[in-house]
């Protein structure tokens, strides 16, 4: 038991043991299912929402607030824990943290399918997200751990397209599960995944940790965990309050950036430091860590507004409107797995600024949607944003794990999640907040003509198109005259927050055109920017 461990927290000089590198691949599989139910279990719920806001016994009767938290209660806890996670897989060993995430992340998943309440379904999805947080960044780590240098591409290429698979399948699981079962079967679902990643985890996964981790750093961990979950919660109240000039959404923003201003400064001056700041000097890591956040700040506000199309705008089932986010998936299963062939040959910086271009120009393509655009459209546009993707997460991915020591996989892994979160997260809030207010002022002199209409009503009614729809339900024949207003004003406002989103993936494609590795230059190297560096330079670091 020692040796394999020793040996795999051992620099990259030393390469992986024979007897790991046999059955790397079934170790990538299983890695592979744990990243599968964490993803899955965070687009599956997205189905549920009105299921569970649904009175007794259909749902729990979760009003919107609170369905709100029911994602962003996992969201917080994942976010806010992560860079410590990783930390402690460095120190620990990642596969005794990968197993008690996946642990902690099946008895949540329990919990959460018998609430009793919207506060239990809460309460329970923190749970979750606390054994996602130690899963996501061991995962990778162990990866990097488990694969050569020349191999690591081709893994993480794989790896990526997991994520696009769970985030695909996750709504057609929902969608067929809520046909034939109860609300809780979306998260029940996860439990016999955790039971099977477990035993083959137990079987195949080697241990791994950093075999200098130095002291513990108590300050550093708890100013990261404070300044990451006082921004995210700050992030997450300026969504649901649509303004991000609200002075708690203001102070909590302000004051979770001030924590980790302050966590930077402690990590500069202490002498064993949770993590080595100067990573950050390096373009090529801090452009990939970029790249990271900006593509899913726009891939999932994205996401957000493309979902009330599909089914408010257009009509379509939960279970119909995943099998039309399905050419996304697949888009990221073929391409994912050989960006590396692709980045051979015309280097990382020019493969990911090309995807953030395709990104980008699917998102502007969203614009030319409306309420009766042909399917294929749509269809053709996921496809070629799932290419886009493909070409940008494995290659920014490798950047920042080779770009680390091997021993300090965990950390990087952990970074790596860290900004994919808070870039998404950010991406809801700010890219919801446009939407939101881009339909109140459209509808809003259809609602005013509304005769009789209570002012709280109206503003309720203003909120999104659902609550729009809602109305016109409740008002019956009278209530037929705000469908038609409210689509043309949600598709007016989903075409501005596409516009947003757009702009934002170009900033991703400048800032890799201006920092991410040149053609030949190795992604791990501290100055492949650098036109002296030559190919390989940095491989048997």
């Known amino acids: 038991m020692a040796s394999p461990s020793d040996t795999q927290g051992a620099p990259a000089e030393s390469g992986v043991p024979e007897v790991i590198h046999r059955r790397r691949w079934a170790i990538l ?51 806010g824990l992560l860079f410590t996670a990783g930390l402690l897989g460095d120190r ?125 750093d108590p300050g550093g961990v708890v100013l990261s965990v404070v300044g990451l979950v006082l921004l995210v919660y700050g992030i997450i109240k300026g969504g649901q309050l649509a303004d991000f000039t609200d002075g708690r959404v203001l102070g909590t923003i302000g004051g979770g950036l001030a924590v980790l201003v302050l966590f930077v400064v402690h990590e500069k001056r202490s002498d064993h430091p949770a993590i080595d700041v100067s990573y950050f000097r390096k373009p090529a890591f801090s452009a990939a860590i970029a790249a990271i956040a900006l593509v899913f700040f726009a891939l999932m506000g994205v996401t957000f507004f493309m979902v009330f199309y599909i089914q408010s705008v257009r009509g379509y089932s939960a279970l ?120 109140r002022d459209g509808i809003k002199d259809t609602l005013a003509a509304v005769p009789g209409l209570p002012d709280s009503a109206r503003h309720a009614a203003g909120e999104s198109v659902e609550a729009t729809l809602g109305l016109a339900e409740k008002l019956g024949p009278k209530g037929q005259a705000l469908i038609g207003p409210a689509h043309d004003a949600f598709i007016h406002a989903m075409h501005v927050t596409a516009l947003g989103s757009a702009a934002v993936a170009l900033l991703g494609a400048l800032v890799s055109v201006a920092f991410l590795p040149r053609k030949g230059a190795a992604p791990g190297d501290p100055d492949a920017g650098r036109p002296r560096e030559k190919a390989g330079a940095g491989a048997g670091r």
Request: proline share 5%; with cysteine.
């Open 92 to 216: 620990l060993g990642r596969k005794k943290v990968l197993l008690g995430g996946m642990t902690v992340f099946g008895i949540g998943s329990v919990l959460a399918a018998f609430s009793g309440s919207p506060g239990e379904l809460i309460g329970y999805r923190a749970v979750m997200g606390l054994g996602a947080a130690f899963v996501m960044p061991a995962t990778l780590a162990i990866l990097v751990n488990v694969f050569e240098r020349e191999e690591q591409p081709r893994a993480i290429g794989i790896w990526t397209a997991a994520v696009g698979l769970g985030i695909a399948i996750g709504p057609i699981t929902g969608g067929v599960l809520l046909e034939h079962f109860w609300w809780g079967s979306v998260f029940f679902v996860n439990v016999p995944i955790v039971i099977v990643a477990l035993v083959a985890m137990s079987l195949l996964v080697p241990d791994s940790k950093d075999p200098a981790p130095g002291r513990l």
């Open 320 to 439: 119909e409107s995943g099998l039309l986010i399905l050419p996304l998936a697949v888009a990221q299963l073929i391409f994912a797995p050989r960006t590396r062939l692709v980045v051979e040959r015309f280097g990382v910086r020019t493969v990911c600024a090309g995807g953030m271009l395709l990104v980008a120009g699917t998102m502007a393509g969203f614009t030319q949607l409306a309420v009766d655009t042909p399917l294929v459209v749509m269809e053709v546009l996921f496809f070629v944003q799932g290419a886009g993707m493909a070409h940008i997460m494995p290659p920014v991915t490798l950047t920042v794990m080779q770009t680390l020591p091997r021993q300090k996989a965990g950390s990087g892994s952990a970074l790596n999640n860290t900004f994919r979160q808070v870039g998404g997260a950010l991406g809801v809030a700010v890219l919801g907040s446009v939407l939101s207010t881009a339909y």
């Open 29 to 79: 599989v299983v890695l592979m299912l744990s990243v599968l139910v964490v993803v899955l279990d965070n687009s599956i719920l997205n189905v549920a929402m009105k299921t569970i806001a649904s009175p007794e016994p259909t749902g729990l009767g979760a009003a919107q607030s609170q369905l709100e938290w029911a994602i962003n209660s996992y969201t917080l806890v994942f976010a």
